[in-house]
C-alpha cells in the first residue's frame, strides 16, 4: 500500500508523458516535444539541486559549473580531434581499450574522438570527483559563506570555459556527435528521432525522480531532515551531517553532470552560457518556486518554467522573468507557489509511509 | 622586472584594490546593521558610473557625478523600504535570494536602459594619455583621483562611525540592536539609512573608476566578488582591515598578470576567496576567538 502510494503519482505522471507526446504527434504539433526534452534535462538537474537544498538546506549558487564539467567534456571528448597526439601512451592505451572511434567531419576530414559512452562516464565522473573534493571544505561552511563559496566555484568554472582553447573559448564547442545508447537508439537533435529522444530524456528524469524519493523516504532522507531541522540536533542523536551532507552534494553534482552530457548530444553542442552564474541562479530560482522541501514542485516548476523559457515566451525579459519570481516567491511564499491544497496531498502521503 | 614596470603594476594593483576596498565596506555597512550580505552591492557601483554618463550630457562633470550619487542612494533606500523592511527575522537563505533577486532586477533594468555597450566618463584632468610622473614612471592622473577620492571615503566614513551621533547611533545598532531600539534609537531607519549610506560610496566609487575600468550593465557581479572576497580577507564588518585586505587583493591580482594569462585574472580572486573561507573564515585580521560566537 506505501509503495503503490509512492508510485502513484509517478504512474500519473507517466500517463500524462506518453499523453502529451501522443496529442503532440496527432496534432501535428511536435515541435513542443523538443523543448520538453530540453525541459526534461534541465529539470533532472534540478531535482537534483532540489535535494540538496531543500532536504540537506544546503544553497548551491554553483550548479551550473556541474552541468558545464558534464557537458563540455562530454563534448571536447567526443569532438575535439585526437589523431595528432594518437602516438601518445595515454591515448594509445585507450585505443587498445577499444575506446577511440573514428569517424568524418561534416567537411569530410578524418576524426579520432573518444566513444561517447567512455566520453560521458569520464564527464560524469569527473563531476563527482570535483564535487567531493570541493565538498569536503564547502560544506563546513555555513549561510552566506556556502553561497559565495559555490558561486566562486561557478564563476571560475566559467572562466576556465571562457579562456580555455580545449573547451572553444566563447564559440563553445558544436558539432557534438549523436550519443549512441544502444544499437539504433541514440541521443542527437534529428527531427526523425524526436518522439524516440524524448522518451529517453523523461524516461532518464522518471528514472532521477525514483531514486530521489526513495533515498529521501529511506534511512538516508530521515536523516536529511534532521540536518535541515536542526544540524546540532541531528549531530547530537548521532547523524554524522558532514557526510550526508557531501553525499547530497555528490549526487546533486552527478545529476547536473548527467543533464549536462545528455543535452549536449541532444542539442550537438554547448556554450559558455551555459556555465553563467545567470544559469545557476536560475536553478536556484526554480527549486525556490516549486517550494524547496518538494521534489514535486521543483519537478513540475522545472519543467513549465524551463519550457516556457526555451519557447521564448519571455522574450528578452529571460534573466529578469527569473529575477522577478525569485524576489516575489521569497518575499511572499517562501514555502514554495503550489497552493497548499496540493501540498497538503503530497505532505499527508510522506507522513503515511 | 625593471623599477618603472613594478611601480605600474604596484599603481594599478593600488586602484584596483582601494576599489575593491570600497565595495566590501559597502558589504560591511549593511551587514553590521542588519546581518545581511547585499548581492546586490556591485551594482551600485555599475548605476554609480551608468547614471553620471548619462547626466553627463546634461550637466557638468562634478553635478553630474553628485546627482547620480544622490539618484543611487534613493534606490537603496528604496530597495531596502520595499524587499527588506517589513520582513520580520527573515532567514539567511531568505535574504540571499531575495538581494540576489534584486541584483538581477537592477542589471535587467540596467540592460533595458543603457544597452549592453561599454561606455565610460571622460578623464577628469587631461586625456587617456596624460601622465603624471611618479618616481621615473608614468601615471595617469585618473589613477591619482580614483585613490585619492577612495581615500577620502575611508577617513570620511570612519569620522562619521566615530564622532557623528547619526553614525554612533548605527553602530549601536550592530552591537545590540535591542538594546539601541530601548535606547529609543529607531533601528529601522539606521537600516533603511545603512542601505543608502553603501548605495552612496558606492556608486562614487564606480563614477570615479569609470574612466579607467569602464562602466557596462554587468559589471557589477564581478566587483561584488571581489568586494566580498576583501571583506572576508579582512574579517567581516571590519572597514580598516578592508582597506588593507583589498590593497592586497589588487597587488596580487596586478601582479598575476605578468604570469598567468588575463582571462584566469579573476579565477585568482576566486581561488584567494575559496583558500580564506577553507582555512582562515573570520578574515586575516580577525579575531579566531570573536570567531567562534559566529556561524560561518
Given amino acids: ?353 | 622586472m625593471d623599477l618603472s614596470l613594478f611601480l605600474q603594476y604596484l599603481f594599478a594593483g593600488i586602484t584596483y584594490g582601494i576599489i575593491y576596498a570600497i565595495v566590501a565596506i559597502g558589504f560591511n555597512i549593511i551587514y553590521n546593521t542588519t546581518g545581511i550580505i547585499n548581492f546586490a552591492q556591485g551594482e551600485f557601483l555599475m548605476l554609480g558610473g551608468m547614471i553620471s554618463i548619462s547626466l553627463l550630457h546634461f550637466m557638468p562633470l562634478p553635478l553630474a557625478i553628485a546627482v547620480a550619487v544622490l539618484i543611487t542612494m534613493i534606490i537603496g533606500a528604496l530597495i531596502e523600504i520595499v524587499f527588506i523592511r517589513w520582513i520580520d527575522n527573515p532567514s539567511v537563505l531568505r535574504m540571499i535570494v531575495i538581494t540576489i533577486g534584486i541584483s538581477i532586477l537592477i542589471r535587467e533594468v540596467a540592460l533595458h536602459i543603457w544597452g549592453e555597450s561599454v561606455r565610460s566618463l571622460p578623464y577628469f584632468i587631461g586625456s587617456s594619455v596624460t601622465s603624471v610622473s611618479i618616481l621615473g614612471t608614468r601615471i595617469s592622473p585618473q589613477v591619482l583621483i580614483v585613490i585619492g577620492a577612495c581615500s577620502v571615503m575611508v577617513l570620511f566614513l570612519n569620522f562619521f562611525f566615530k564622532l557623528t551621533s547619526l553614525g554612533r547611533e548605527m553602530r549601536a545598532c550592530s552591537a545590540n540592536r535591542r538594546a539601541a531600539i530601548l535606547c529609543g534609537i529607531n533601528a529601522k531607519n539606521m537600516v533603511t539609512f545603512s542601505f543608502m549610506l553603501s548605495a552612496g560610496i558606492g556608486a562614487l566609487a564606480g563614477a570615479v573608476m569609470s574612466p579607467i575600468t569602464y562602466s557596462q550593465y554587468d559589471n557589477g557581479t564581478g566587483l561584488a566578488i571581489k568586494g566580498f572576497t576583501v571583506a572576508i580577507l579582512g574579517g567581516l564588518g571590519n572597514s580598516l582591515g578592508a582597506v588593507a585586505a583589498g590593497l592586497i587583493l589588487g597587488v596580487i591580482e596586478a601582479f598575476s598578470i605578468s604570469f598567468l594569462p588575463l582571462a584566469f585574472q579573476d579565477a585568482v580572486a576566486i581561488a584567494i576567496l575559496l583558500v580564506i573561507l577553507f582555512i582562515r573564515p573570520h578574515g586575516l585580521f580577525g579575531s579566531s576567538e570573536a570567531a567562534k560566537l559566529k556561524e560561518f
Fill in chain 1, 1 to 353: 500500500m506505501e509503495l503503490f502510494k509512492r508510485y502513484l503519482p509517478i504512474a500519473i505522471l507517466l500517463i500524462f508523458v506518453v499523453g502529451i507526446q501522443l496529442l503532440a504527434s496527432a496534432t501535428d504539433t511536435a515541435y513542443y516535444l523538443t523543448q520538453l526534452t530540453m525541459a526534461a534535462y534541465y529539470s533532472l538537474l534540478i531535482i537534483g539541486l532540489c535535494l540538496l537544498m531543500g532536504y540537506a538546506g544546503q544553497i548551491s549558487l554553483g550548479h551550473a559549473g556541474f552541468f558545464a564539467i558534464g557537458g563540455y567534456l562530454t563534448a571536447a571528448l567526443t569532438s575535439n580531434d585526437l589523431s595528432a597526439i594518437r602516438e601518445t601512451a595515454f591515448i594509445q592505451l585507450f585505443d587498445k581499450a577499444g575506446l577511440l572511434v573514428e569517424r568524418q567531419s561534416l567537411y569530410g576530414e578524418a576524426l579520432l574522438n573518444v566513444h561517447p559512452w567512455p566520453a560521458c562516464i569520464i564527464a560524469v565522473s569527473t563531476a563527482i570527483i570535483i564535487a567531493f573534493i570541493l565538498g569536503i571544505p564547502v560544506l563546513k561552511l555555513k549561510g552566506h559563506y556556502l553561497a559565495m563559496a559555490t558561486l566562486g566555484f561557478g564563476i571560475i568554472i566559467y572562466r576556465v570555459v571562457l579562456a580555455a582553447e580545449f573547451f572553444g573559448e566563447a564559440d563553445g564547442i558544436s558539432e557534438v556527435p549523436p550519443f549512441q545508447l544502444f544499437p539504433g537508439v541514440s541521443v542527437n537533435g534529428d527531427f526523425t528521432n524526436r518522439v524516440q529522444n524524448y522518451y529517453i530524456a523523461w524516461g532518464l528524469l522518471l528514472f532521477g525522480l525514483v531514486l530521489l524519493l526513495n533515498l529521501i523516504h529511506s534511512r538516508v532522507g530521515r536523516a536529511l531532515r534532521s540536518i535541515h531541522g536542526s544540524e546540532e540536533a541531528a549531530e547530537a542523536i548521532g547523524v554524522n551531517t558532514a557526510r550526508y551532507k557531501l553525499y547530497i552534494f555528490v549526487i546533486s553534482a552527478a545529476f547536473a553532470a548527467v543533464a549536462g552530457s545528455f543535452l549536449t548530444h541532444y542539442n550537438g553542442g554547448i556554450g559558455p552560457s551555459e556555465a553563467s552564474v545567470m544559469k545557476s541562479v536560475r536553478y536556484v530560482a526554480i527549486v525556490a518556486v516549486g517550494g524547496m522541501a518538494n521534489l514535486w514542485g521543483a519537478l513540475i516548476m522545472g519543467i513549465v518554467l524551463n519550457f516556457m523559457s526555451l519557447r521564448g515566451m519571455f522574450g528578452t525579459y529571460d534573466d529578469a522573468v527569473f529575477g522577478v519570481i525569485l524576489i516575489l516567491i521569497m518575499l511572499f511564499a517562501p514555502q514554495g507557489i503550489l497552493s497548499l491544497r496540493v501540498r497538503n496531498f503530497f505532505r499527508k502521503e510522506e507522513k503515511d509511509s
